[in-house]
Each structure stands twice: as C-alpha cells, then as structure tokens.
C-alpha cells in the first residue's frame, strides 16, 4: 500500500504537470497527518526528480499549542534534512470587518506561504489538501448554491499552488503515517462542530455514505473532476466571447444586443469578466445580483453590487463603473480607481494615469528573466498569480506599510518617502497600486517583494505610470516627484461606498 501511494503520488503529478524535474518546492506543513505525510513524500521524490525542497509553517497564534507545533515542524524538518521556515501572524489583530476567523486565518497563510516562497525562490507551493477534502468542499459549496465553476471544487493546480494528495483519501494518509512511524500533531478545533467543514465531514458524508452510497466521497470527486472540465471549456467560450466584444470601449463596456445573442450560462461568464476587468470582488456578487444584471439587457436601469460598483444601462450598453464618497473630492483628495487587467485608472487630479497590461507566455519569458531592465521609475513588473484583485489606485494614507523587494521586514510607506526625499507636501500626490492583500508599487519608488517576479513566474503583469496631460489637477512628470495639492495632506484616506 505504501508503494501504492507513492506511485500514485507521482502519477498523479505527472498526469497533471504539477512539477517538472528540478524545481524548489515549498510544502507547506502544519503539522497535522496530510501536511506531515506530504513533506514525507517530497523527501523521498527529491532525489528522483532533482528537487530543492523547503518547508513553511504558518504560526497563527490561535492555539496554546501553536508555538509547539512550530517546534515540532522544524524539528522534522532537521531530522529530514529539509530547511524550515516559520511565520507568524496575529489573526485576530489583522482581520478584517465582515471575515470570520477561519477567512482571515487562511488568507494570512496564503500571504505567508507567499512571502516565504519569493524569499526562498520556490516556483511551487505543494498544499496536502487530499480527497477527502475534496467531497467536502462539494459538498459545502452545493450547500451554498455554487454553480458550475464552485461546484468544480479544489483544483490540482492554481497560480503557484499544486495539490498533489488530491486524489488520496484521508483513511490512506493515517496509514502511511502509521507505517512510517510519523507521529502528526493533532488540531482539537478539527473536531468542534461550530464550523460547517467539520459538520460537513463529521455529520453529512458518515450520513451519505451509512444511507444513500458508501462511495460518495469518490463520487463527488469524479463529479468534481467532470466538472471542472467542462468550467474550463466554457471559461474559454466566455474568454473569446467578450474579447469579440471590446469594439474599442473597454472591457467593462458590454454590448446589449451581443449579450442577449449569448446563451444564459455564457452571458453569465462574460459580465462577470467584465466586472473583474473593473475591479469588482465576484465574490461579492451574487446569483440574485447577475440576474439583476442580465436584465438590464432587455429594459434601462441599473444594478447597485456591494463595493460601490453600479452595473446601467447607457443606450445599447451595459457600463460598470465605480462611485465614490463625496467627501474625498471635497476635501482635494484623489479618490481610489480601480484599475481593471488590462486597462487603465486615471488620476485626474494628479494627472497621472496607470496602464495595465497582462502578458502571457511566450512573451513573458523575456520579462520573466531580466525583470530590472523590464522595470524602471515608472514601470513595474509584477507576478501575476501572486496578486489578488481588483486592484486599486489611490494615494498614501497614514499607516500604510509594505515590504520593499530587495530590503527585510515591512517598512512604513512614511519612511520610504523620507529616504527618498520627497517633501511632505508632495506625498500625497504620489499615486499607489495595491491589491486586496495590500500595497504592490508605491510609483516611482518601491516594489513589494510579495508580488515580485520569480523563476516560477508564467504570467506577468506589467504596470506603467504616464502623465496625463488631460488632467486638471497639478500632478508632476515624475509621479514621486510631482507637486500636488498641499490640502490633500489635511484630509483623511479617500474611501469607496
């Protein structure tokens, strides 16, 4: 059985292309069976397959225990011969309005893995989600009403993460612990009944299984695997579909009478590509909500989604577009625009516009090995599977922090104006792109280190900053170096509706 699973192991990352011969891998671990198991795996693929491997775990100091899992986790890694790399984060300090505990928890560990993967220059970060997980998260997701594309459940590979465990059950994992003496560390919270997962795993599967089909668990996997097949088809039906039509408007600028030719599942797909050209959190939208939409192609209206987004109908036309407090403008302030991919924000008060562009292989691959001659003052060159979107554009707000590529630790935005010399009055019209994780280019001055180019780079974005001569307000050539409105330092942070 042991053989077995190592062989399939290594089927399975073959058949998916989660790996190629030589690559540094960072596996996560927490400790637990799947993680613990999954470190045990790489050790004996690394010779075989030439990797370079290193560990992380993510402390979230929920857990009295949590400082001797770490412990743990960098023991094993001594004893295998594997470098450890610990992070910390204080969950409850930055977690955010509106997210439950388990949101913020994951989201920080994503961003952890993240930073430790760039520091290390892994091309790939091995997760032990297994099968189990799987029907769970169907489960979960059919529950919540999910279509296709949630219903798809956990894939295999997504941006840098890979899944090599997917199609191994949790019952196979204990026992390859068991056989190599592995001793994981067990989470008590995996057991409480308050979250869904557990209830899910705990409660409904045993129930499905004892009543209805004693192999659920590989029915909802292959249904999860049949279905993201056919997400991925019409993904591609929907990518070509609103290519056709951006006549020249935009990506966030959709024909009526082009959507209403879709079939319903296509149209779907297309606005909600152009909502994420626009910036808007999908998340947030709901099915309600795309209804709401795709109405409008019949009669004018207009359609209000969370995040101060407005979907109207102008003429033939369905327009997303953004609006904002009016106190910001009234105070001089820059409000916040979203800066869709590809596209552009404008800045008029700076006069300054940002231009996206998103480059793809093959083109990328100069990009991706010389990123200091792609970049410049008023160019960045970003990875684009590290990135969450939408992203916006605005300016410097007071506690601003990010970490400087090339630099350690985080350092205020405050500081980083005060080595470059720029004057007080003038940093406010300096214009900042950040993402749903936080700051990425702080124009004309810094990159963050969490979205920097890597060898394990396939997508790049490319980020350009221009004068705007249409503008009104009295930004500078040089974005950092531009004189602005001197009130704008008076006025608090510009927020969205």
Not at 29 to 38: I, K, T
Not at 301 to 323: I, N, Q, Y
Not at 423 to 441: F, M, N, T, Y
Request: charged share 25%.
């Amino acid at each position: 059985m042991v053989l077995d699973l190592l062989e399939r192991v290594e089927d399975f990352i073959r058949r998916h292309r989660l790996l190629a011969p030589g690559e540094r891998v960072l596996v996560a671990v927490s400790g637990g069976p799947d993680s613990l198991a999954l470190l045990h795996l790489f050790t004996r693929l690394k010779e075989p397959w030439r990797l370079e491997l290193h560990a992380a775990h993510v402390n979230h100091g929920l857990r009295a225990d949590a400082a001797e899992d770490a412990a743990f986790v960098a023991a094993t890694g001594e004893a295998w011969g594997v470098p450890v790399h610990v992070v910390n984060v204080d969950v409850r300090a930055e977690r955010r309005t509106g997210e439950s505990l388990q949101q913020a928890a994951r989201r920080l560990r994503y961003r952890g893995l993240l930073e430790i993967a760039q520091a290390v220059g892994a091309a790939r970060i091995a997760l032990g989600h297994h099968a189990d997980d799987q029907a769970e998260t169907v489960l979960m997701r059919l529950l919540r009403g999910a279509g296709t594309t949630g219903l798809a459940g956990i894939r295999p590979r997504r941006g840098p993460y890979i899944r090599p465990l997917l199609a191994v059950t949790r019952a196979e994992i204990e026992a390859y612990c068991r056989e190599f003496q592995l001793k994981p560390r067990t989470d008590p919270s995996n057991l409480s009944l308050r979250y869904l997962r557990n209830r899910v795993r705990h409660e409904l599967l045993p129930l499905l299984e004892r009543e209805y089909n004693p192999n659920i668990r590989a029915v909802l996997a292959r249904t999860a695997a049949l279905l993201r097949e056919e997400d991925d088809l019409l993904e591609a039906l929907a990518a070509r579909a609103h290519h056709r039509m951006q006549d020249g408007r935009g990506p966030a600028d959709l024909p009526a009478a082009g959507l209403a030719r879709l079939p319903a599942a296509l149209a779907r797909r297309v606005v909600r590509r152009a909502l994420q050209a626009a910036g808007v959190d999908v998340a947030l939208v709901s099915a309600d909500h795309m209804a709401a939409i795709l109405a409008l192609v019949a009669a004018p209206g207009a359609v209000t989604l969370p995040g101060g987004v407005r979907v109207g109908r102008r003429a033939d036309r369905l327009v997303v577009e953004r609006f904002v407090r009016r106190r910001a403008a009234a105070c001089g302030q820059e409000p916040p625009a979203t800066l869709p991919v590809p596209g552009e924000a404008r800045l008029p008060r700076l006069n300054v516009s940002i231009h996206a562009e998103l480059v793809e292989p093959p083109r990328s691959l100069d990009l991706i090995a010389e990123p200091r001659k792609a970049a410049g003052p008023e160019r960045a060159v970003l990875d684009w599977d590290r990135i969450v979107p939408p992203l916006v554009v605005r300016t410097w707000r007071p506690g601003d922090r990010m970490r400087p590529l090339g630099m350690t630790g985080s350092k205020k935005v405050q500081d980083i104006f005060v080595d470059a010399k720029v004057p007080k009055d003038r940093r406010a019209s300096v214009p900042i792109v950040a993402d749903q994780e936080g700051i990425l280019w702080v124009v004309g001055l810094r990159v963050d280190a969490r979205a920097a180019v890597g060898p394990g780079t396939r997508r790049v974005l490319v980020l350009r900053a221009t004068a705007d001569s249409s503008g009104t307000g009295d930004g500078s050539r040089h974005p950092a170096g531009g004189a602005g409105p001197a009130d704008h330092a008076e006025c608090p942070g510009p927020r969205e509706v």
